[in-house]
């Protein structure tokens, strides 16, 4: 089924898009944010504190 699934992609030229949105987002000093170019701006914001 992988062969035949491999077969499909190769002769059939598909394109697979990858996304990577880039943005500017603007925080306060002090504040700890795991954030990335992948991820949606309040992404996990429960998680998010201020170092003192």
């Known amino acids: 089924m992988f062969i035949k699934l491999n077969d499909l992609v190769v002769q ?13 987002i603007g925080l306060k000093n002090g504040m ?3 954030k990335s170019g992948w991820d949606n701006d309040l ?4 998680n998010w504190y201020r170092e003192t």
């Not at 059939?12 to 500017?24: G, H, K, Q, S, T």
């Open 12 to 24: 059939d030229n598909y394109i697979l898009p990858e996304i990577n949105r880039r943005n500017c």
């Open 32 to 34: 700890v944010v795991n």
């Open 43 to 46: 992404w996990q914001i429960a």
